[in-house]
């Protein structure tokens, strides 16, 4: 049965005050996530803004231990940590490899690739702000169609971003999940369900991002549920195989409509003065892939 809001667990593994920007929507997912492994797991963590909110040695925002490690080596570095667990007889400690979208989908994707095809027994989970946003807000290839960052056209990107889910599926990997921290029972449910199974865990998590996304800091949880309503954002799980949406996008194939993007886009500096035929690419993007997934939760009912 799904978590309901007051059944979370109330012990905290992130201490009060951290270094990252006010409104982050990476703090919230983090603190979800670390409840679900009851902060006990080894973290393997890469350039980015979770560097950044982890603090800086000796001082620490969380309660795991947790590894720095060089830009394109998380999946690897976690590779390590799970082999040294294995060889001193502590494999029973998860460990948890966490990387933004640009240490995932574009540095870090050959050591993730590498790992997934082994089936390592980790969780990776890309916390995707959708650029590169520690350095000041530059393109990822996990950028949304049409968004502006320092590093595109004025028109905005041109390309749609990477399917990461669609590419660690090509692999053959036991879990994979969409998650976002606006639906903080839905992504605590996913990660102690990712717990439970052996092989490498894939968790997605869209992550609002005040300062690169250009909104007001107080709205972070609202702009994921907003993502979520137009299908910008779809909640969903492959477990085994097994396609299902989840949480609210599975009522919104329920009630078979989503909200036009251009309501998600206007709150968003990121998307300014965008011209409608670039908001039109966007809508017709999302719309196949919305009917793409519900296509896939439908079939998969069936069998
Ligand atoms: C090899 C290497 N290249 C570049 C950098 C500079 N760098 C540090 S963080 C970062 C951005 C990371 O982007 P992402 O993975 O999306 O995480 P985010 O900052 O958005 O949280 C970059 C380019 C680096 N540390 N190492
Ligand atoms: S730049 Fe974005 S993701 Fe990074 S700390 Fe600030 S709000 Fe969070
Ligand atoms: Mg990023």
């Known amino acids: ?26 703090g919230i997912g ?32 969380v309660l795991v231990p947790w590894m720095n490690v060089v830009f394109p080596s998380t999946a690897a570095a976690a590779s390590g940590l799970v082999a040294g667990l294995k060889a ?70 041109q390309q749609p971003p990477k399917d990461m889910p669609r590419i660690l599926e090509a692999h053959g990997v036991p879990y994979i999940a969409m998650t976002c921290p606006s639906f903080p029972t839905d992504l605590y449910d996913k990660v102690k369900k990712a717990i439970g199974i052996r092989g490498t865990r894939y968790l997605h ?10 909104y007001n800091p107080k709205d972070t949880v609202e702009m994921g549920r907003l993502a979520v309503e137009t299908g910008s954002v779809v909640l969903f799980e492959i477990e085994h195989g097994a396609f299902r949406l989840t949480s609210r996008s599975k009522k919104l194939a329920e009630q078979g409509e989503l909200m036009p993007v251009r309501e998600y886009m206007e709150r968003q500096g990121r998307y300014k003065n965008l011209d409608e035929a670039t908001i039109a690419a966007v809508q017709q993007w999302i719309d ?16």
């Not at 998590?205 to 250009?214: E, F, L, S, V």
């Open 1 to 26: 049965m799904a978590t309901r809001i007051l059944d979370l667990p109330a012990e905290e593994y992130m201490l009060p005050g951290n270094r990252a920007c006010a409104g982050c929507g990476l």
């Open 30 to 61: 983090l603190r979800h996530i670390l409840k679900a492994f009851d902060g006990k797991c080894i973290m393997a963590v890469p350039a980015s803004c979770l560097t950044v909110l982890g603090g800086m040695y000796p001082s620490s925002s």
């Open 88 to 157: 001193t007889g502590r494999e029973d400690i998860p460990v948890l490899a966490m990387a933004g979208d640009g240490g995932t989908a574009d540095i870090g994707i050959q050591a993730l690739s590498g790992a997934a095809e082994r089936n390592t027994n980790f969780i990776y989970i890309c916390y995707d702000n959708e650029a590169y946003m520690n350095t000041g807000t530059q393109r990822s290839g996990m950028t949304p169609l049409g968004v502006r960052t320092t590093t595109t056209p004025v028109q905005g990107k």
């Open 205 to 214: 998590m869209a992550t609002p991002c005040p300062a690169g996304w250009q």
């Open 288 to 303: 196949r892939r919305w009917e793409d997934y519900v296509r896939r939760d439908a079939e998969s009912a069936q069998s």
